[in-house]
């Protein structure tokens, strides 16, 4: 049991890691600067716990005995997949997502989607319906089956490229839509996250 706790700890600050790394809104890069923004917003209770973590996990991480000397508790993992949570959502409004990559919309021709696909070298582009709401994915096998049928490289993507194209995973899992990571889909309308889509 312990050894799955741990793992879970783990995962979860990873997660908290990768979040707070790839942040734009932060402008910080570790836990321990993190620490410090949450103590510096008089939230020491949170400081004073991501502190604790931050020490279990550099132990159980940097030491032979580490993971069977140390045991994470349920409630470190929580608090840690929630801090994660909250560094993840700075991030996802539909305008953040739209400064990383682009987003295409039913407007997009074939050929502005293809070369939006080779500039990003994603697999996966956020789409938004035409009232600029992210509502899913299209993928760049989409694109190319669209261009396999003999459509226009002007041809609009429409509404045809969003179905089953879709692939919202995990929404505890923290990205960015940058070259070589995941993209972030977010509601448009409410700007909260739901979900990643994987670029691999």
Not at 23 to 36: F, H
Not at 44 to 54: D, F, G, I, M, Q
Not at 94 to 105: E, Q, W
Not at 164 to 191: E, L, M, Y
Request: hydrophobic share 40%.
């Amino acid at each position: 049991m312990a050894a799955r706790d741990n793992k879970e700890f783990l995962d979860a600050y990873r997660r908290l890691e990768d979040a707070i790394s790839h942040s734009t809104k932060l402008k910080v890069t570790t836990v321990l600067s993190y620490e410090n923004i949450l103590s510096d917003q008089g939230d020491t209770e949170a400081s004073e716990k991501l502190k604790v973590c931050r020490i279990v996990r550099n132990y159980m991480t940097h030491h032979a005995d580490g993971a069977t000397f140390l045991s994470a508790t349920p409630k470190m993992t929580a608090f840690i997949g929630k801090q994660a949570e909250k560094v993840a959502a700075l991030e996802t409004t539909a305008g953040n997502v739209a400064k990383k990559v682009p987003v295409l919309t039913p407007s997009t021709s074939m050929k502005d989607a293809a070369e939006a696909f080779s500039a990003q070298g994603v697999q996966w582009l956020p789409y938004a319906d035409k009232d600029g709401n992210i509502t899913g994915a299209v993928s760049i096998s989409t694109i190319a089956c669209m261009c396999a049928k003999g459509m226009r490289s002007s041809t609009s993507i429409g509404k045809s490229a969003v179905p089953v194209d879709v692939q919202v995973v995990d929404a505890r899992v923290p990205a960015t839509s940058v070259i070589g990571h995941d993209a972030i889909v977010v509601n448009g309308k409410t700007g909260t996250f739901k979900g990643v889509i994987r670029t691999s």
